[in-house]
């Protein structure tokens, strides 16, 4: 199950197109537009989401709420369209006054792309490299989404800390089981940081006004959680099939993301191995571990514990105190352009990170179970756990 995206930041739309989506799986609209209106939201968000209401319109691979086991195709039209026509035409000549109009800003991918594509104009490069592709990853995570939901997963996220506030979570979530506390997704979903503790919100609310009033930007770190997985999802036996490496490649192409831990993480070097690995104990006649500092993964497979990820994203590169730079056509020092932009973008970035790891454990179940239908997923995952259960009789 896999996903590629088009479209430009003001180009007339968004399109992605999944494939390896098995027949028969039942997409909630509801849900989808939910996901596509939490990437969207999260205090310190810019102008652009103001004008923006995204809307996954699918346009194939779906009838009558069900997959068809063909590519789904899934257009996200961009307002701000509207006012880009001539800077963004696919046709006709380039008005003179967008020649040159960007000057390569620090942090992002303006100048290296410059220079790589022999082109004569940064935006070339930034509306592509733009954080607005990521609503098309959500629309295609959407769909993950309900197939994982379907075979009993659950995948979910917080943010941990923005700029230099952050929160205590050690005691937030038992990582041994795969029950979640019935009221932390509200938490979660009420707070305007995406932060299940109320104190800690108005204070990263406060730290996001303060940067935002000192022409600055904040980065900071946020943790997806996937509850539910079976056993065995991934591989051991070649590089590029074990599940740690795809879903660190998923997280790493999110744009500025800089950081990134599975369980324990960097914190659990300091460890000797003695107090770092989770031993194994037989529970109600199942196999599971006394703690879960490996983060649900071993040998590159998921080991029925919770998926613990924690990434962190870098402050956004669009400052409104311009950095210094150089003019492409002078070749002196100069101040870099300014875009619209957030100020604070982690809590939309939490909900993308949920969108990919979406894409990779679906694609995973259904390398594992079987493509074709839902029916024979279900069927060949039953029996697969059904086997499992032998080993702990």
Same mark, same amino acid.
């Given at each position: +199950?896999?996903?590629?995206t088009?479209?430009?930041?003001h180009?007339?739309?968004?399109?992605?197109i999944?494939?390896?989506?098995?027949?028969?799986?039942?997409?909630?609209?509801?849900s989808?537009a939910s996901? +596509?209106r939490?990437?969207?939201s999260?205090?310190?968000?810019?102008?652009?989401q103001?004008?923006?209401?995204?809307?996954a319109?699918?346009?194939?691979?779906?009838?009558?709420?069900?997959?068809l086991g063909?590519?789904?195709?899934?257009?996200?039209?961009?307002?701000?369209?509207?006012?880009?026509?001539?800077?963004?035409?696919?046709?006709g000549?380039?008005?003179?006054?967008?020649?040159?109009?960007?000057?390569?800003?620090p942090?992002?991918?303006?100048?290296?792309?410059?220079?790589?594509?022999?082109?004569?104009? /940064?935006?070339?490069?930034?509306?592509?490299?733009?954080?607005?592709?990521?609503?098309?990853r959500?629309?295609?995570?959407?769909?993950?989404r309900?197939?994982?939901?379907?075979v009993g997963v659950?995948?979910?996220?917080?943010?941990?800390s923005?700029a230099?506030v952050s +929160?205590?979570?050690s005691?937030?979530i038992d990582?041994?089981?795969?029950?979640?506390?019935?009221?932390?997704l509200?938490?979660?979903?009420?707070?305007?940081?995406? /932060?299940?503790?109320e104190?800690?919100?108005?204070?990263?609310?406060?730290?996001?006004?303060?940067?935002?009033?000192?022409?600055?930007t /904040?980065?900071?770190?946020f943790?997806?959680v996937?509850?539910?997985?079976?056993?065995g999802?991934?591989?051991?036996?070649?590089?590029?099939?074990?599940?740690?490496?795809?879903l660190a490649?998923?997280?790493y192409?999110i744009?500025?993301?800089?950081?990134?831990?599975?369980?324990?993480?960097?914190?659990?070097?300091?460890?000797?191995?003695?107090?770092?690995?989770?031993?194994?104990v037989?529970?109600?006649?199942?196999?599971?571990?006394k703690?879960n500092n490996?983060?649900?993964?071993?040998?590159?497979?998921t080991?029925?514990?919770?998926?613990v990820?924690t990434?962190?994203?870098?402050?956004?590169?669009? /400052? +409104?105190?311009?950095?210094e730079?150089?003019?492409?056509d002078?070749?002196?020092?100069?101040?870099s352009?300014?875009?619209?932009?957030?100020?604070?973008?982690?809590?939309?970035?939490?909900?993308?990170?949920?969108?990919?790891?979406?894409?990779?454990?679906?694609?995973?179940?259904?390398?594992?179970f079987?493509?074709?239908?839902?029916?024979?997923?279900?069927?060949?995952?039953a029996a697969?756990?059904?086997?499992?259960?032998?080993?702990?009789k």
């Amino acid at each position: +199950m896999e996903y590629v995206t088009a479209g430009e930041s003001h180009g007339p739309k968004l399109t992605t197109i999944i494939t390896g989506v098995p027949a028969g799986l039942t997409l909630d609209e509801k849900s989808i537009a939910s996901d +596509m209106r939490r990437r969207q939201s999260g205090y310190g968000r810019g102008g652009r989401q103001a004008i923006e209401t995204d809307t996954a319109i699918i346009t194939s691979g779906v009838r009558f709420g069900k997959t068809l086991g063909t590519p789904i195709s899934i257009d996200i039209n961009n307002r701000d369209w509207q006012n880009w026509t001539e800077k963004m035409a696919a046709f006709g000549t380039r008005p003179a006054e967008s020649q040159r109009e960007v000057t390569p800003r620090p942090g992002h991918a303006d100048l290296i792309g410059f220079m790589k594509t022999n082109t004569d104009d /940064c935006r070339d490069i930034l509306e592509r490299a733009s954080a607005r592709e990521t609503a098309a990853r959500v629309a295609a995570g959407a769909v993950a989404r309900e197939l994982l939901a379907s075979v009993g997963v659950e995948v979910f996220s917080w943010v941990r800390s923005i700029a230099d506030v952050s +929160m205590d979570d050690s005691d937030l979530i038992d990582y041994t089981s795969n029950e979640i506390p019935q009221d932390l997704l509200a938490r979660i979903e009420f707070s305007q940081t995406r /932060c299940p503790d109320e104190r800690t919100t108005k204070r990263m609310m406060d730290r996001i006004d303060d940067a935002r009033s000192a022409g600055e930007t /904040c980065g900071g770190t946020f943790r997806v959680v996937a509850t539910g997985l079976v056993p065995g999802l991934g591989s051991y036996a070649q590089a590029k099939e074990r599940l740690t490496s795809k879903l660190a490649a998923s997280i790493y192409s999110i744009p500025a993301i800089k950081g990134l831990e599975f369980g324990a993480g960097f914190a659990g070097v300091g460890e000797l191995g003695s107090g770092f690995h989770d031993e194994i104990v037989l529970e109600d006649g199942a196999f599971s571990r006394k703690s879960n500092n490996a983060g649900g993964l071993e040998g590159g497979m998921t080991n029925g514990m919770p998926l613990v990820i924690t990434a962190a994203m870098k402050p956004i590169p669009t /400052c +409104m105190n311009p950095l210094e730079t150089v003019n492409l056509d002078t070749l002196e020092v100069a101040k870099s352009s300014k875009e619209r932009s957030d100020v604070c973008a982690v809590p939309a970035a939490a909900v993308v990170a949920e969108a990919e790891v979406s894409i990779v454990l679906a694609d995973a179940y259904v390398s594992m179970f079987g493509n074709t239908c839902m029916t024979d997923i279900k069927n060949n995952l039953a029996a697969y756990k059904e086997r499992l259960s032998v080993f702990s009789k």
